[in-house]
């Protein structure tokens, strides 16, 4: 890839959020090609491709990873996994209130205050942080095309996850959970053994 040729990016995942997420890639970011989406399910992709001009969709996923014009892949797991696995995807906002996300069995949304549970809604997360995402699909692209790492890394996820885990925790068990003392389990999440 040249400075003047964009970034060919391949999708993995064309529901609800992978949609949103090609869209980004196909509509609003500069120097940003959406160059194949994958998806299991038959049709899903090769419906998205062709609402967003995308040259080739796959039904196979190795299809797309073998492709040798795709030099950066998103991978979007279609919600319906999540809620497979008892997701509950959590995100601190300062030090009064949490969001608990991806438990679609009963909600999509569940904010935590200093009263407890409020109201549950089905406003979905991509809504609510739109620039974010776009933000953080613009961040990966950039630094792809850069050859730098990102700004933000795993370690860095693993960190806000541990925060994640132990705000759930303590609203659990209704007692301090220090981020050291937690691990995960894909069902629970509980606090570790001492």
Do not use: W
Not at 152 to 161: I, M, N
Not at 169 to 184: F, L, Q
């Amino acid at each position: 890839m040249t400075s003047l040729q964009s970034l060919a990016v391949g999708l993995i995942g064309a529901g609800r959020m992978g949609a949103f997420h090609a869209e980004t890639l196909a509509r609003r970011l500069p120097g940003v090609r959406l160059a194949a989406i994958a998806d299991a399910a038959p049709g899903t992709a090769q419906a998205l491709a062709a609402r967003l001009d995308c040259p080739k969709a796959y039904t196979e996923i190795g299809d797309l990873l073998t492709d040798p014009e795709i030099e950066a892949v998103v991978i979007v797991t279609p919600a319906h996994t999540h809620a497979a696995l008892d997701d509950v995807r959590g995100e601190v906002l300062g030090s009064n209130c949490m969001l608990t996300m991806g438990d679609l069995r009963r909600t999509h949304l569940t904010a935590y205050g200093p009263a407890g549970a409020s109201a549950e809604c089905v406003t979905h997360d991509q809504d609510l942080r739109h620039a974010a995402y776009v933000a953080e699909l613009a961040e990966f692209t950039d630094s792809v095309r850069d050859k730098r790492t990102p700004s933000v890394t795993g370690e860095d996820a693993r960190a806000a996850l541990g925060i994640a885990l132990a705000a759930i925790g303590s609203i659990a068990t209704g007692r301090a959970v220090r981020v050291g003392d937690v691990r995960e389990s894909p069902a629970t999440v509980v606090p570790a053994a001492r």
